[in-house]
């Protein structure tokens, strides 16, 4: 399968629009994983032009309790510009405060800049592989973590319905 190659961060921003499904990873400081996830997240159209919603929700897995399923869910504002993509929580109590922004550089999207939490570096790249895939690494480094994170984004497919 080709590597999804977006002309601009609007064909970008049009690439992720929908549905999609996901798998993560999380090492914490160790080879082997300390949780996994998987889950469901949309790229829906904000109010604002070139703005998309994003929205996931899924279950966490951690490895030393594998029986045990933990919610989650997490909002985030996508702001694609002419030349980056401006990431802005829309949950929580730093709703509206800037995350990370990115630059398009091929079929990646690359930090434009650390994001520092408290001592901790948080970065991340999203890469294109097709039309219907993407991943995503996260890493964060300091003082309190050492963690990397890799998410696997699939598109849901469309369900047709069957003739009656």
């Known amino acids: 399968m080709a590597a999804f190659v977006p002309a601009d961060l609007a064909a970008m921003a049009d690439y992720f629009l929908g549905e999609w499904i996901f798998s993560r990873t999380i090492w914490e400081g160790s080879e082997s994983p300390q949780a996994t996830a998987s889950g469901e997240l949309s790229f829906t159209r904000g109010e ?11 279950q966490l897995r951690m490895t030393s309790a594998p029986g045990r399923l933990i919610p989650f869910s997490r909002v985030f504002d996508y702001r694609f510009g002419p030349d980056r993509l401006c990431v802005l929580f829309a949950d929580g109590e730093r709703v509206g405060q ?5 630059l398009l550089r091929g079929q990646e999207l690359i930090p434009a800049a650390d994001h520092l939490c408290g001592p901790d570096c948080y970065t991340a790249v999203y890469t294109a592989h097709g039309e219907d895939s993407f991943t995503m690494e996260t ?17 849901r497919q469309s369900v047709s319905a069957s003739p009656a």
Do not use: A, M
């Open 48 to 58: 604002v032009r070139g703005q998309l919603v994003y929205r996931e929700h899924g």
């Open 98 to 102: 800037p995350y990370q922004d990115y």
């Open 139 to 155: 890493t964060i480094n300091g003082p309190k973590k050492r963690t990397r994170v890799r998410t696997e984004f699939s598109r």
